[in-house]
């Protein structure tokens, strides 16, 4: 089975690169080879575990706690160290979150330039001065919107639980709690193989 979803961004977003943009950003976004830009699959994969998790925590539910594990993975740690001994990898399959087809196809290489823009932030002391050397430029994409796939996925309940952890995430990204990469994921679609 496999899971069908959309991310519609609502404000600027970054999902980094972990590269530098030169002189003119101290951040980029993460691009592929035709400098459009995508969300890792298991940047994915990583927002929804923690959104996973933070149900759990709500609703304690041993059968979800199996499905979590079996699609997510899980670390095995020694009980006294707490030390990971052992991980274990989960049977879902997160395809990289992309534009769509038509969308790709349709923005020629020197158009790809206008999905980004930089913004700067500066850290300010007690007395409202910036503190000397503290100018970050950050480059962001502006809001569009991306489809991923989640596949291999064994069972309905899988399923539904996946989708209780998509509608959850509601930021993504590099400074998510400061306002950026407010998204919903939108047109959520299951299909059997």
């Not at 998790?53 to 707490?82: M, P, S």
């Amino acid at each position: 089975m496999e899971l069908t979803y959309k991310i519609t961004f609502l404000s600027d977003w970054h999902s980094g690169s972990g590269l530098s943009g030169g002189a003119e950003a101290d951040a980029t976004v993460i691009k592929d080879d035709r400098n459009l830009p995508y969300i890792a699959g298991k940047t994915i994969k990583g927002l929804l575990k923690e959104a996973l998790e933070e149900i759990h925590e709500v609703k304690l539910n041993a059968k979800d706690r199996t499905y979590i594990n079996e699609l997510l993975g899980y670390e095995i740690k020694d009980e006294k160290t707490q030390k990971v001994i052992e991980t274990k990898s989960g049977i879902a399959f997160f395809s990289n979150a992309t534009l769509s087809k038509d969308e790709r196809d349709d923005i020629i290489p020197t158009l790809s330039d206008f999905l980004y823009r930089n913004i700067a932030s500066t850290q300010i002391k007690a007395n409202g001065t910036a503190k000397e050397s503290s100018l970050r430029v950050m480059e962001v994409c502006i809001p569009i919107t991306l489809e991923g796939k989640i596949t291999r996925i064994a069972s309905k309940e899988q399923i539904d639980l996946l989708t209780k952890a998509l509608k959850w995430v509601r930021h993504l990204g590099v400074n998510r709690n400061r306002g950026l990469g407010r998204c919903k994921f939108v047109e959520i679609t299951p299909k059997s193989n």
